[in-house]
C-alpha cells in the first residue's frame, strides 16, 4: 500500500514585483454637472402662438426660427407708425418754414430745432415707430445661442402670456461641475489640477476634467465652493448628480493594492512570496486612496508582494504562483 504524503499542498498565490512608483492622494466629493451657457427664451410680445418649430431634446444653433406669434395687430401697428412719422417729418418742414423760412435745419441752433422736433411731433413718431418695430421683430421668435432646447411647454394656439418663458437652450458640450471640499482639504486643490468626474447613474464612466474655479470663502458649513470644467460629449445632462475624484501624486513610494493587506494579530501584514513560502511582513501605511496603499515601512523594492490568495495564508505557508 502506497504512503500517503505529508507534504501540506501549496495554496494558489497571485503575486506583483514592489518597485517605486507614484502614489495618488484622493480627494472624493459629490457635486453636480451643469452647462457651461445656458438661455432662458423669453416671449417679449403677448399673443397666440402661430407656430413653434421645436421640441425638447432637439439640437438648435443660433439664430435659428423656434416660434411665431400671431402678427396681424403688430404688423398694423407697424404700418401705422411708418405712416405717423412721413406725416410727422411732413409737419417738421412746415413748422420750419412758418417759423424760421426755411425747409433746411442745417443753419439753424440746437434749440431751434429742438422746438421745432418737438412741434411738429418728429420725436414722439420717432420712438412710435422703434416701439412698433421692437414688437413686430418680436413675434419671430430665434435661438439665442447653440445648444439642446429645454423645458419647452408652450403649445400652439395658446397665449404666449400663459408661460413664463418660451423654453431654455443648454450649451451641453463643454459643462462644469460644481462640488464642496471642506476646508481643510483647502490646500489639497489649486486650479488647474486634474478631475475625474463619474455619473451616479453610470460608475463605469469616468470624465476627465480640471479645475477651473475656487471660491476663496468658507461657507456657514465649512465648506470651499469648487468648479470644474470638462468637454461633455453628449454624456451628461444638465443638473445630473455625480462624484467628484481629485488625485494629486506623490512620487517615488512603495505602493500595494489594497487587497494586498491583512489583518494579523491585530496589526497590518502583508505577505511576501519568498522561493515557495508566504512571509508575513508587518507593514506602517503611510498614505490611503479607494484602490491603494503607501506603505512607509515594512517591504523593500523587489519584494513579490502576495495581492491574491492571501486572505487565510499564515507565516510560511507554501505557496506557487497561479
Known amino acids: 500500500m502506497a504512503r500517503r504524503s505529508s507534504r501540506p499542498e501549496a495554496v494558489l498565490v497571485k503575486t506583483v514585483k514592489l518597485e517605486p512608483s507614484t502614489f495618488y492622494h484622493e480627494l472624493i466629493s459629490n457635486g453636480k454637472a451643469w452647462s457651461s451657457k445656458k438661455a432662458v427664451v423669453q416671449f417679449k410680445v403677448n399673443g397666440i402662438i402661430k407656430e413653434i418649430y421645436i421640441q425638447n431634446g432637439q439640437k438648435v444653433k443660433a439664430g435659428d426660427l423656434l416660434a411665431v406669434i400671431e402678427d396681424f395687430e403688430y404688423k398694423t401697428e407697424l404700418?401705422?407708425?411708418?405712416?405717423?412719422?412721413?406725416?410727422?417729418?411732413?409737419n417738421f418742414k412746415d413748422d420750419l418754414l412758418s417759423n424760421f423760412t426755411t425747409a433746411d435745419s442745417t443753419?439753424?441752433?440746437?434749440?431751434?430745432?429742438?422746438?421745432?422736433?418737438?412741434?411738429?411731433?418728429?420725436?414722439?413718431?420717432i420712438t412710435s415707430l422703434s416701439v412698433a418695430e421692437y414688437n413686430f421683430n418680436n413675434t419671430r421668435?430665434?435661438?439665442?445661442?447653440?445648444?439642446?432646447?429645454?423645458n419647452l411647454e408652450a403649445m400652439q394656439w395658446n397665449p404666449s402670456q400663459n408661460y413664463k418663458s418660451f423654453c431654455t437652450i443648454v450649451f451641453d458640450e463643454i459643462m462644469y461641475v460644481e462640488f464642496p471640499v471642506i476646508e481643510s482639504e483647502f490646500s489639497f486643490i489649486n486650479k488647474g489640477m486634474p478631475v475625474g468626474i463619474v455619473p451616479?447613474?453610470?460608475?463605469?464612466?469616468?470624465?476627465?476634467?480640471?479645475?477651473?474655479e475656487i471660491n476663496p470663502q468658507v461657507d456657514e458649513n465649512g465648506m470651499v465652493k469648487v468648479k470644474a470644467e470638462f468637454r461633455n460629449n453628449n454624456r451628461l445632462i444638465d443638473g445630473?448628480?455625480?462624484?467628484?475624484?481629485i488625485r494629486k501624486p506623490v512620487p517615488n513610494?512603495?505602493?500595494?493594492?489594497?487587497?494586498?493587506?491583512?489583518?494579523?494579530?491585530?496589526k497590518d501584514v502583508i505577505f511576501v512570496r519568498q522561493d515557495s513560502l508566504a512571509i508575513w511582513k508587518y507593514?506602517?501605511?503611510?498614505?490611503?486612496?479607494?484602490?491603494?496603499?503607501?506603505i512607509k515601512e515594512g517591504l523593500e523594492p523587489g519584494d513579490l508582494v502576495i495581492i491574491g490568495g492571501n486572505v487565510n495564508l499564515a507565516h510560511e505557508t507554501i505557496v506557487r504562483e497561479e
Open 253 to 266: 513610494r512603495l505602493v500595494v493594492p489594497k487587497e494586498a493587506l491583512v489583518i494579523r494579530q491585530g
Open 107 to 125: 443753419g439753424l441752433s440746437p434749440a431751434k430745432i429742438k422746438i421745432s422736433r418737438i412741434r411738429s411731433g418728429l420725436n414722439d413718431a
Open 200 to 212: 451616479f447613474i453610470n460608475d463605469s464612466i469616468l470624465i476627465s476634467g480640471k479645475i477651473t
Open 240 to 245: 445630473m448628480n455625480v462624484k467628484v475624484v
Open 141 to 150: 421668435i430665434y435661438a439665442l445661442i447653440s445648444g439642446i432646447v429645454a
Open 283 to 294: 507593514v506602517t501605511v503611510e498614505f490611503e486612496n479607494s484602490a491603494s496603499l503607501s
Open 79 to 90: 404700418i401705422q407708425a411708418q405712416q405717423g412719422l412721413e406725416k410727422a417729418e411732413i
